[in-house]
């Protein structure tokens, strides 16, 4: 048995109908960091907190879920690193402190951005634990299966009542079901759109992001890459910038991500 602020928590048969503190909160999750538990059949190594202070079992992802999410995170990344807008992209190993009026919550989304202005002003405590100042980010993606209308249910609640509340900073959310090829688009203020399955912009909250569907379907495709015209094999190409010469896709995508996309702070 493990302590947390001095109380004594048996990380191994914890008790879902009492409240936790947010410091209780954080200790459980890093602890499940090297264990896993089985609540109702479902392997769990994390939770999110209610409004309550109760916990929120989360159920680990399958494979091909998890390989989607890590593609949407490189391509939002990519973006935010390309076009400079130094902002903050997140998976749901961050959570963040929504305020829902009569409580605080925690919740994990699948993907998150947080601008540019909320990223840079964060203090150590927001930084590293939840004992900070809340925040929030302004863009949201939960993947999930929502073939049946209860789980497409949760999901819809959770946007609506969770991360568009007054007080939060979410203007744009996507809820994403690579398997049943769904993809549905929210903004504050409007009606939910039923977008289809393809491509997908960020409009105004994310200016030129585009999230390309066709990355997603290859990824969870199982098939090898083939570039059409690979250089590879030691033949040169010049960098367009700086006239550096590299031989591997690879090398050049790094090098002006490097050297090009933007400059690096130096640390003292």
Not at 27 to 37: A, V, W, Y
Not at 65 to 94: D, F, H, P
Not at 254 to 268: C, F, G, L, P, T
């Amino acid at each position: 048995m493990l302590k947390a602020n001095d109380k004594k928590i048996d990380v191994n048969n914890l008790n879902l109908d009492r409240s936790y503190t947010l410091e209780e909160f954080e200790f459980i999750n890093d602890q499940l960091k090297t264990r896993t538990l089985e609540i109702d059949g479902q392997p769990i190594n994390l939770f999110e907190l209610d409004k309550n202070g109760k916990l929120i079992p989360m159920p680990q992802s399958p494979y091909s879920r998890g390989i989607v999410v890590a593609e949407i995170v490189r391509q939002l990344c990519g973006w935010n690193i390309w076009t400079k807008q130094n902002g903050g992209v997140t998976s749901s190993q961050r959570g963040f402190d929504f305020d829902v009026g009569d409580g605080r919550m925690i919740s994990a989304p699948d993907v998150a951005y947080t601008s540019k202005e909320t990223h840079c002003s964060l203090n150590e405590k927001q930084n590293w634990s939840f004992r900070g100042e809340p925040f929030t980010p302004v863009f949201v993606v939960e993947v999930g299966n929502i073939s049946s209308y209860s789980k497409f249910e949760e999901l819809d609640k959770k946007f609506k009542d969770i991360y568009f509340v007054n007080g939060t900073s979410v203007q744009l959310e996507w809820l994403i079901d690579p398997e049943s090829k769904k993809i549905y688009v929210y903004k504050r203020g409007q009606c939910r759109i039923n977008h289809g399955w393809k491509d997908v912009d960020g409009g105004d909250f994310l200016p030129r992001f585009t999230l390309e569907i066709w990355k997603i379907e290859h990824a969870i495709a199982q098939q090898e890459s083939v570039s059409p015209e690979p250089i590879e094999n030691n033949t040169p190409h010049n960098c367009p910038y700086c006239l550096e010469t590299l031989t591997s896709i690879y090398d050049m995508i790094n090098h002006i991500e490097s050297k090009h996309a933007y400059k690096r702070r130096r640390i003292d």
